[in-house]
């Protein structure tokens, strides 16, 4: 897609901004709407807007399958290990009271991680699941449609 | 009357969109159209949980420090996790369509039925001869 | 804003959804689907808002608006972009769906009224799961604490679902055309486009 210029240029102003407002979501999910759900699916927009402005094979330099590959798995199984460091330091599975000094903490530190984890699957499979659609494409021309 | 209308009318409508989405469902033969039809129906359950979620009055569950009326969150929270669900398992049926299409040529089901059919009736004939 | 404007705005955003339902019902071009769905989840994010969901709304907005509409155009550029029967009356679903909804909104004169704050599903747990959030987990968002601390073990099974479906994509999709064209899969080329045959197809 050598001739969309304004899409070039404005998704390129674009990319950090909705990146950056990922993060927000995912790290401000305590305080205000937000959470690791939204903000995986955010995550995984900003790269589907990237392979689809400048092609997936650009978007696949910048976040390889082998990396998806290992990150999806990776976000369950941090949910997972949360869930049984609360057993090991004493407590029930998924229970985040003991992981700090105080039970407040303890809770505010779990949540956190889980919603790392979550984030992290879900931006993952979306991307994944993107690619596996993107990668079977024969070139669609403008006029196709 | 009215009362009674204003007390279920947001259930009713969206029982009217979830019968649409019915509709789509069973009445059309291309499976992209299946897939969007269930996923209204899919929308049409979530806003059945989340109407029953409003508290007149109430405002977005989150704490601001003043004491307040909130909405329920339980069936936010229950919708939340079931709308990225939806997504993931719409994808898988997407997959499941080109796959068909790669099959069979067709997405129309009277296509894939007479494909089908067709191949029976050879292997009969192999069976036969 | 005052209830009876919420009602108004609850009216017109679901009837507009009505609205685009049957268009989305009615259409054969998947593309013009593609779009109106996009729309559809645009409208029902508004409604989500109306209805104080904003944390549904948020991921309404993300999934439906962007990922979904650019899955179902992927899918369409892997497959075809107009339906080829016309749509056609169908007696057996339409009695179907008669049946289904009035049985439904037969039973929705059981339900609590739209809302009422001593709906029973407001009294049991959710009193508590608030009380809670503010004191015990000390996180202003509800919605968050509940999904990641008292609902925590829903949450790991619904991402474990979300890691399933995405395994299930890759098998499906992710190896080549070529490896298949081997073993015999594919019986029409990708150069066998049905559209290109539809007499119908330059008439409309």
Redesign the interface.
């Known amino acids: 897609m050598k001739h969309h210029l304004i899409l070039r240029v404005v998704s390129k102003l674009l990319i950090p901004f909705i990146l950056l407002f990922a993060l927000y979501v995912q790290f401000h999910g305590d305080y205000g709407p937000g959470g690791g759900f939204q903000a995986g699916v955010l995550f995984a927009s900003a790269f589907i807007l990237y392979a689809l402005i400048f092609g997936v094979d650009n978007a696949r330099e910048v976040l390889p399958s082998k990396a998806l590959r290992f990150l999806v798995p990776v976000g369950l199984i941090i949910y997972a290990l949360t869930g049984f460091a609360g057993i090991v330091m004493g407590g029930k599975f998924l229970d985040y009271d003991v992981l700090a000094q105080d039970p407040q903490h303890g809770q505010h530190l779990g949540i956190l991680v889980i919603e790392f984890g979550v984030g992290t699957t879900v931006a993952a499979v979306m991307v994944t699941i993107f690619y596996a659609y993107a990668g079977r494409t024969r070139d669609v021309d403008d006029e196709d449609w | 009357m009215l009362d009674a209308i204003l007390a279920h009318y947001n259930y009713w409508l969206i029982i009217i969109l979830m019968m649409i989405g019915l509709y789509i469902v069973i009445s059309r033969g291309n499976l992209v159209k299946k897939i969007v039809g269930l996923n209204i129906f899919q929308t049409s359950v979530f806003l059945l949980y989340i109407t029953l979620a409003k508290v007149t009055g109430g405002t977005a569950p989150i704490l601001t420090g003043k004491p307040e009326i909130f909405s329920n969150p339980l069936p936010h929270v229950l919708i939340l996790t079931a709308i990225v669900v939806g997504i993931a398992t719409t994808a898988l049926g997407f997959a499941l369509v080109v796959r068909i299409r790669e099959s069979y040529g067709s997405i129309e089901e009277d296509d894939i039925l007479a494909a089908e059919r067709a191949e029976e009736e050879i292997a009969v004939k192999e069976a036969l001869s | 804003m005052g209830?009876e404007m919420i009602?108004i705005v609850?009216?017109v955003l679901?009837?507009m959804?009505?609205f685009s339902?049957?268009a989305?019902?009615l259409l054969r071009h998947?593309?013009a689907?593609a779009a109106l769905?996009g729309a559809?989840?645009l409208l029902?994010a508004g409604?989500?808002v109306a209805?104080?969901?904003?944390?549904?709304a948020?991921?309404?907005a993300?999934?439906?608006g962007?990922?979904?509409t650019?899955?179902?155009l992927?899918?369409?550029?892997?497959?075809?972009?107009r339906?080829?029967?016309p749509?056609?009356?169908?007696l057996?679903?339409?009695l179907?769906?008669?049946a289904?909804?009035g049985a439904?909104?037969y039973a929705?004169?059981d339900?609590?009224?739209?809302?009422?704050?001593n709906?029973p599903?407001?009294q049991h747990?959710?009193p508590v799961?608030?009380e809670g959030?503010?004191n015990?987990?000390?996180?202003?968002?509800?919605?968050?604490?509940?999904?990641?601390?008292y609902?925590?073990?829903?949450?790991?099974g619904?991402?474990?679902?979300?890691?399933t479906?995405?395994?299930?994509?890759?098998f499906?999709?992710?190896r080549?055309?070529e490896d298949?064209d081997d073993e015999g899969?594919?019986?029409?080329g990708?150069g066998?486009d049905?559209e290109s045959s539809e007499p119908e197809e330059t008439a409309s």
Request: include cysteine; charged fraction near 15%.
């Open positions: 209830a009602t609850n009216i679901l009837t959804l009505c339902a049957v989305i019902m998947l593309f689907v769905t559809f989840s029902s409604l989500l209805l104080d969901a904003v944390d549904v948020f991921t309404e993300a999934v439906g962007g990922i979904s650019v899955l179902m992927g899918t369409l550029a892997l497959t075809q972009r339906e080829h029967r749509p056609r009356f169908s057996p679903a339409l179907v769906v008669i289904t909804g439904l909104i929705t004169s339900m609590p009224a739209y809302g009422d704050p709906a599903a407001l747990v959710v799961y608030i959030s503010r015990d987990i000390g996180v202003p968002n509800i919605v968050t604490s509940i999904l990641a601390s609902r925590g073990y829903d949450t790991l619904e991402v474990a679902v979300i890691f479906a995405g395994i299930g994509v890759m499906l999709l992710g080549r055309r298949e899969m594919v019986r029409h990708p066998n049905p």
